[in-house]
């Protein structure tokens, strides 16, 4: 397994390089957060040691039981939490991760900034836009994002890195791609998470400085939804 995976990690490395060059980026504009959601700690271990130090996971509870423990051999890993966040997980997001890609709501803002009195700890935040304007997706609605993008950065300052998005799965990303990084742009922002397994080089193409990518590193995931 650790193989394989050390294997996929850095045909993923070279996808992305080849990516920046053709669009005449520098690879080192690209992040990999390499999505270990579902997978066990071992498979973590084996990214760990084939030189992946950013990890992504959708929930904070599998999160809190993964990193610690790993944390303590690789003080230099960074988690992100890139899941929809409930504002009774605030607390422990602010505990576990470096970076929360999903602050997506004005409720969650309130969550946060108790959570960091109280923890002394804030991640750093990038804030999730729905650029398809999805019922069932988080995220701030596209038309409501700026007035959302402002107040945050009035709230949270440098904090505010950056913004997300996952686009519909039944549509062209490369529209919505280049909406994001258009709006982080106007505002300043210097982080554009988007990009997984499947499109991340037409992410790049359109902006992207942050490509999270799982199943094409890990294998596929057992008993998901997602
Ligand atoms: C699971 C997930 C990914 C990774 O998806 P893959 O298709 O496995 O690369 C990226 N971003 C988010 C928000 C996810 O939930």
Same mark, same amino acid.
């Given at each position: 397994?650790?193989?394989?995976?050390? +294997?996929?990690?850095?045909?993923?490395?070279?996808?992305?390089?080849?990516?920046?060059?053709?669009?005449?980026?520098?690879?080192?504009?690209?992040?990999?957060?390499?999505?270990?959601?579902?997978?066990?700690?071992?498979?973590?271990?084996?990214?760990?040691?084939?030189?992946?130090?950013?990890?992504?996971?959708?929930?904070?509870?599998? %999160?809190?039981?993964?990193?610690?423990?790993?944390?303590?051999?690789?003080?230099?890993?960074?988690?992100?939490?890139?899941?929809?966040?409930?504002?009774?997980?605030?607390?422990?997001?602010?505990?576990?991760?470096?970076?929360? +890609?999903?602050?997506?709501?004005?409720?969650?803002?309130?969550?946060? +900034?108790?959570?960091?009195?109280?923890?002394?700890?804030?991640?750093?935040?990038?804030?999730?836009?729905?650029?398809?304007?999805?019922?069932?997706?988080?995220?701030?609605?596209?038309?409501?994002?700026?007035?959302?993008?402002?107040?945050? =950065?009035?709230?949270?300052?440098?904090?505010?890195?950056?913004? =997300?998005?996952? /686009? /519909?799965?039944?549509?062209?990303? %490369?529209?919505?791609?280049?909406?994001?990084?258009?709006?982080?742009?106007?505002?300043?922002?210097?982080?554009?998470?988007?990009? =997984?397994?499947?499109?991340?080089?037409?992410?790049?193409?359109?902006?992207?400085?942050?490509?999270?990518? @799982?199943?094409?590193?890990? @294998?596929?995931? /057992?008993?998901? @939804?997602?």
């Amino acid at each position: 397994m650790s193989d394989q995976i050390a +294997e996929n990690l850095s045909a993923i490395r070279s996808r992305i390089i080849q990516a920046c060059e053709t669009s005449g980026r520098p690879a080192t504009d690209v992040g990999l957060v390499a999505v270990s959601k579902f997978h066990p700690q071992d498979a973590v271990e084996a990214a760990l040691k084939a030189g992946q130090r950013v990890f992504g996971e959708n929930r904070v509870q599998e %999160a809190a039981s993964k990193f610690p423990a790993l944390r303590e051999t690789w003080p230099d890993l960074r988690l992100h939490i890139i899941g929809g966040l409930q504002t009774n997980k605030a607390v422990d997001a602010c505990r576990i991760a470096d970076v929360i +890609e999903t602050l997506d709501r004005p409720a969650l803002s309130d969550a946060l +900034e108790k959570a960091a009195e109280k923890t002394g700890r804030l991640p750093e935040l990038l804030i999730q836009v729905n650029t398809g304007n999805e019922p069932q997706k988080s995220g701030i609605p596209r038309d409501e994002a700026d007035a959302f993008i402002k107040a945050s =950065m009035l709230r949270f300052g440098a904090k505010v890195r950056g913004l =997300m998005c996952i /686009p /519909p799965e039944d549509e062209d990303p %490369a529209p919505h791609f280049h909406f994001l990084t258009q709006l982080a742009q106007r505002h300043g922002l210097p982080v554009v998470s988007m990009g =997984m397994s499947a499109d991340f080089e037409t992410a790049i193409a359109e902006g992207a400085t942050l490509v999270r990518v @799982g199943s094409a590193i890990f @294998g596929s995931r /057992p008993m998901t @939804g997602s």
